[in-house]
C-alpha cells in the first residue's frame, strides 16, 4: 500500500496557511504547518481540520513550533520570512530573510535530509541559492518559486486582453524574480499562434510592463502585505510534479551550470520537474535582446548574493 505523502510547510503566515489549504484540497498528503509565532500554525491547522469533512479531504494536519516534527518530510515548501510592505522592493530584505533561512536550512537539513525542497521566501534567488548551500542538498533537489507565477500573471494578463481563455496562453517568464524579470514574447502563444502576430508591439510591451510590476501592484492594494494566493498555488503546482513524477516543463529557480552562459547562481529558467528534482534545464534559443535581459538580470542576482 502506497504511504501518504508528507509536507512540511515552513511559515504559516499568509502563503503558509494557503497553502495547506490547497494541500488538502488536492489531497496531497499529511501536512505539518511549522512556524515560530506561538499559536499561528496550531490555530491555522485546527481550523484547517474543520474543513477537512465539509469537502471530504483525508489528510493529517500538524500545527507546530518544533521543527523536529517535519521529520522525514517529503517535500518542505519555504515560506517563513518578512514579506514587502508598500514602497519596499524584494532585495530590501535580504539581511533579515537571510538570517531566517539559514535557521530553517539548519532544520531542514536535521530534519528532512532526503526532502525536495521549494524556496519561496524573498529575495527569492537569493534566499534559494542560501537554502541550498546551508543544506548542502544536491542542487536538482532545492529549488525556488517564482517563474511559474509570472508565468501565470503573464499568461493572465494576456488572456484578459485577448478575452480568451486563460489555457490557451502558453507563456515563459525568466530571469530573476525583480523588476528586470524576462517574459520571453518569442516562445509566448495563444492557441499555439505566435503572441506578436495576435497583439501589436506596443500593447505587449504594456502588459510585459505590468508583468514586472505585478507584485507590487498587490502590495500597494493590500497595504500590509504581499501576494499569497497566486504563490502559494504556484509552489503546490510545483510540488505535484514532483510528488507525482509528472514531468511539467516550468519556469523555476534551478542551479545554472552553464546553461545560457550562467554559472554558479540560481536564476529562472524552464526546466522538467520530475520525481528526480530538476531533472533537465531545458536550454532555449533566445534573441539578442532576451539573452541580454537575462543576462542582466543575473548580474543582479550575483550583487544580492556577493551581500550574503
Ligand atoms: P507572512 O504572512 O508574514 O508569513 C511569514 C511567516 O514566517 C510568519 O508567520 C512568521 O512568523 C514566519 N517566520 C518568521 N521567522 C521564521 C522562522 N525562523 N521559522 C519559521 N517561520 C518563521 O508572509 P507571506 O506568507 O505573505 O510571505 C512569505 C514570504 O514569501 C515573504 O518573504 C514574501 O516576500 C515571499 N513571497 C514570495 C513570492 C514569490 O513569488 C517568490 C510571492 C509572494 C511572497
Not at 500554525?41 to 513550533?65: E, I, R
Not at 532545492?142 to 503573464?154: E, K, P, S
Not at 502558453?170 to 528586470?180: C, E, I, Y
Not at 505566435?194 to 505585478?214: F, S, T
Amino acid at each position: 500500500m502506497a504511504k501518504r505523502k508528507k509536507i512540511a510547510l515552513i511559515g504559516a503566515g499568509q502563503i503558509g496557511g494557503t497553502l495547506a489549504l490547497l494541500c488538502g484540497l488536492r489531497n496531497l498528503g499529511d501536512v505539518v504547518l511549522f512556524d515560530v509565532a506561538e499559536g499561528t500554525p496550531q490555530g491555522k491547522a485546527l481550523d484547517l481540520s474543520h474543513l477537512a469533512p465539509v469537502f471530504g479531504c483525508d489528510f493529517q494536519l500538524l500545527g507546530t513550533n518544533n521543527i523536529a516534527d517535519i521529520k522525514g518530510a517529503d517535500v518542505c515548501i519555504v515560506t517563513a520570512g518578512l514579506p514587502r510592505k508598500p514602497g519596499m522592493s524584494r532585495d530590501d530584505l535580504v539581511k533579515t530573510n537571510a538570517e531566517i533561512v539559514r535557521n530553517v536550512a539548519r532544520g531542514i537539513k536535521e530534519h528532512a535530509p532526503g526532502s525536495f525542497v521549494i524556496v519561496v521566501t524573498n529575495p527569492l534567488d537569493a534566499m534559494v541559492y542560501l537554502m541550498q548551500r546551508e543544506t548542502a542538498f544536491p542542487t536538482s533537489h532545492v529549488v525556488g518559486m517564482a517563474g511559474v507565477l509570472d508565468t501565470a500573471r503573464y499568461q493572465a494578463f494576456l488572456a484578459q486582453e485577448l478575452n480568451v481563455s486563460v489555457s490557451s496562453v502558453s507563456a515563459f517568464v525568466l530571469g530573476g524574480h525583480g523588476d528586470d524579470m524576462v517574459p520571453v514574447r518569442s516562445y509566448t502563444t495563444c492557441g499555439g499562434i505566435p503572441i506578436e502576430r495576435m497583439l501589436p508591439k506596443e500593447r505587449l510591451d504594456a502588459i510585459e510592463k505590468r508583468v514586472r510590476g505585478a507584485g507590487g501592484e498587490v502590495v500597494a492594494l493590500l497595504k500590509t502585505g504581499s501576494a499569497f494566493y497566486s504563490p502559494a498555488a504556484s509552489a503546490i503546482q510545483m510540488a505535484e510534479s514532483y510528488l507525482f513524477d509528472q514531468k511539467r516543463v516550468l519556469a523555476v529557480a534551478a542551479y545554472c551550470q552553464g546553461q545560457y552562459g550562467i554559472k554558479g547562481i540560481y536564476l529562472g529558467v524552464p526546466v522538467i520537474l520530475g520525481a528526480g528534482g530538476v531533472e533537465k534545464v531545458l536550454e532555449i534559443e533566445l534573441t539578442d535582446a532576451e539573452k541580454g535581459q537575462l543576462h542582466e538580470s543575473a548580474k543582479r542576482v550575483e550583487e544580492l548574493i556577493r551581500i550574503l
